[in-house]
């Protein structure tokens, strides 16, 4: 029988496969020319600027092309309005590896990073040479204010025994617990809490990643989507409802746990709204800790080659600085630059030992 991880793993490639498939055909381009041309001639030709972009999906991989490829519709209006030259923007929307991949090797010319992946390039090339391809910081919040933080948050299911940072220490040191992270990548899915989990005043070492079967581990799994982590804490799997049935009046937990030999999901994921099937099943674990951490947004950073010869255009294009804007260069009050306020994140994932 396959673990909960294994599927999820195997759904997450085939999403891969047919989402980029079918948005790699996706082109964000408008308008025609408004060049006046003679009758019966053909209005003269401009060429377009055609860009490749990676972009990580949180959610739902359909929900994350709409999204993105609504928001890159409109800089390509505003582009052709004020220069006379067409954007064609070809889109793929991917996990947090899968974009990082595309970046690496150059399949797409413009990647929009979280800080994880970017901490991994940070490693490689070094700030000088990160700073020189970084376009923009983004905001992917919306609104007329847009925010460039966001943070974590840790939710159970209502009736699940967990009320409290102290509580979950208590669970997790008797190995009663799954934890459901989004992506091994992921900064308010896995790599904060994971880093707060472990630390000395939490000391919660035992987290298995890699087997649902040892009894004083608290098994981990990744879902690959915010969406699915929060269905993970209503569902076991596609099939079952997490107690097999309505759940117990008066959980008594230890007896619970040694009875059924099921543990108490846990998950954590980026602090926004839940979609209204889950609100009235789930409750929000007490987590300052967790919480008051305000995490860096995801930048937008061009390949070396492109942004050699597309440097300028690129700022016009996301429209760096300007009122409103959901891009900044340095959005961070106090920093020096966008990179000092991903150090903390370097230095998460350095303690964690992930590559």
Request: glycine share 6%.
């Amino acid at each position: 029988m396959k673990s909960p991880q294994t599927k999820f793993r195997h759904c997450h490639a085939r999403f891969v496969a047919a989402f980029l498939a079918a948005s790699l055909l996706l082109t964000c381009a408008t308008g025609a020319s408004h060049s006046a041309a003679a009758p019966g001639n053909p209005p003269p030709l401009r060429k377009a600027l055609v860009i490749r972009v990676g972009v990580i999906s949180y959610d739902a991989y359909a929900k994350g092309l709409k999204r993105y490829g609504d928001e890159l519709r409109a800089l390509s209006q505003s582009y052709f309005n004020e220069t006379g030259t067409k954007v064609i923007f070809q889109l793929a929307v991917g996990s947090y590896s899968d974009v990082l991949d595309w970046y690496n090797k150059e399949f797409v010319d413009v990647a929009f990073l979280t800080p994880q992946p970017v901490a991994q390039l940070r490693s490689v090339f070094g700030d000088e040479e990160l700073n020189r391809r970084y376009i923009a910081t983004h905001a992917t919040n919306g609104g007329d204010k847009p925010v460039f933080e966001y943070n974590s948050v840790c939710y159970v299911e209502k009736d699940t025994p967990i009320e409290n940072a102290s509580q979950l220490k208590e669970f997790a040191a008797r190995g009663e617990v799954s934890f459901n992270f989004v992506d091994p990548l992921s900064l308010s899915g896995r790599i904060l809490p994971e880093y707060l989990l472990r630390s000395p005043e939490f000391g919660v070492t035992n987290i298995n990643t890699t087997s649902q079967d040892e009894k004083d581990d608290n098994s981990a799994t990744y879902t690959y989507s915010r969406a699915a982590s929060i269905a993970s804490l209503v569902k076991l799997d596609e099939d079952d409802s997490l107690f097999g049935g309505d759940p117990p009046a008066a959980p008594a937990d230890q007896e619970y746990v040694a009875l059924t030999g099921k543990k108490w999901p846990v998950a954590f994921f980026y602090d926004g709204e839940i979609p209204p099937q889950f609100k009235a099943k789930l409750k929000k674990v007490s987590f300052p800790a967790l919480e008051s951490k305000r995490l860096p947004e995801e930048i937008a950073i061009a390949t070396p080659a492109f942004i050699n010869v597309h440097r300028a255009e690129l700022l016009k294009l996301f429209r760096v600085d300007r009122a409103n804007s959901f891009f900044r260069t340095n959005p961070y009050p106090g920093y020096a630059n966008w990179l000092t306020r991903f150090n903390e994140v370097s230095q998460w994932v350095k303690e964690l030992g992930i590559n």
